[in-house]
């Protein structure tokens, strides 16, 4: 049996709206205060789209970013996975509309809905296509428009999300690099569904005045219950990544979590006692854009000069279903 072929990270790019929502901006709409935001979430302000804006375009902008860093051309794409729990529409899926919109004549593609774990999950089947040599060129992008399922007369919910993109180009290690994924843990927990879930729009309750009139299209979040498993499962999936690769947390040098709640990231750097500078936070600037979180961190890892070529990454997320991720990797460049 031949060797699999390890998949590495070779470019990344992101977007974000340039519309701000703040936490005044906000104190205009709902009762809150800046400080009980900042105080429960980590959020000062969050980007949101105009009227018209579709998540592909979002997808489609943080693309065009990650193949401009590389240099290649569209035309060299072969797979486009797009992770997102806000498609333009139910179909034809938002990978086929970025696919259109940058030019990707030769790529095939698919949504992928795992929430806000959906970049971790994207990521783990975008490295499968690589590592049994299928594809040479996969796309992963997370992107999600969280503004148009949000209630802004919900202050439980309004003051969490924003929106935003990030897309990262997967290609091929060379023989004997010491880069790329080295290994990936996910799971899910169905019980936990309805603590965070859209009830509206699918096949159980279709869109109706009623279910309109009800605000089934907009987030609904039991936040005692998600905030309970986010702590306990998003430390839990990295000791056990960690473990199964005779690692520990000391050995991380960046730790890029969904940027979900400050609290839940400060909490789980403290249970796997990481150093104090490998986690990357940034959700005081662009609150939780969903699958967006991850790459937009990465980002910000790499303006930080957290992130460079040969740092050992450990990505984690949890999101609604409960669905839970982690991944350990080397950085390429």
């Known amino acids: ?28 709409m709902v009762e ?7 105080e ?19 997808a489609a902008e943080a693309a065009k ?24 529409m139910f179909f034809p899926s938002s990978a086929c509309l970025v696919q259109h919109k940058i030019g990707a004549k030769g790529a095939w593609g698919f949504d992928l809905s795992a929430a806000c774990s959906a970049f971790i999950y994207a990521l783990h089947a975008g490295a499968q296509f690589i590592n049994t040599g299928v594809h040479k060129k996969v796309l992963v992008i997370g992107a999600d428009i969280m503004s148009s399922i949000i209630d802004y007369t919900d202050r439980a919910t309004c ?16 023989g004997g690099e010491d880069a790329g994924f080295i290994d990936f843990l996910n799971y899910v927990d ?25 605000k089934m299209h907009c987030v609904h979040q039991d936040g005692q219950a998600v905030f309970k498993y986010a702590v306990r499962n998003m430390a839990d999936v990295c000791d056990r ?10 050995d991380i040098d960046c730790f890029i979590p969904h940027q979900a709640n400050k609290r ?27 699958a967006g979180t991850i790459p937009l961190a990465m980002q910000t890892a790499i303006d930080e000069g957290k992130l460079k070529k040969g740092s050992l990454v450990l990505l984690a997320s949890v999101g609604a279903g409960f669905t839970t991720g982690a991944t350990l990797l080397r950085w390429a460049y």
């Open 32 to 38: 809150t205060s800046d400080q009980w935001i900042m």
């Open 241 to 250: 990544l960690l473990k199964r690769n005779g690692l520990s947390a000391t």
């Open 65 to 88: 970013c990650a193949l401009a860093k590389r240099g290649i051309r569209p035309e060299a794409i072969e797979v486009i996975i797009v992770g997102t729990v806000t498609p333009d």
């Open 1 to 28: 049996m031949t060797n699999p072929i390890r998949a590495k990270i070779t470019s990344l790019g992101t977007y974000v709206p340039p519309r701000l929502l703040t936490n005044q901006d906000l104190e205009a």
């Open 264 to 290: 839940i990231m400060v909490s789980t750097a403290d249970r796997l006692g990481l150093r104090p500078e490998a986690p990357i936070i940034n959700i005081d600037r662009f609150g939780n854009t969903t």
């Open 40 to 58: 429960r979430t980590g959020i000062r302000e969050r980007h949101i789209v105009e009227k018209g804006v579709a998540t592909s375009d979002l």
């Open 190 to 214: 169905g019980s936990g569904g309805r603590s965070l879930y859209m009830p509206g729009g699918g096949s159980l309750n279709p869109s109706t005045h009623e279910t309109v009139d009800k």
């Open 159 to 174: 003051v969490i999300f924003g929106d935003g993109a990030g897309a990262v180009l997967l290609e091929p290690a060379a």
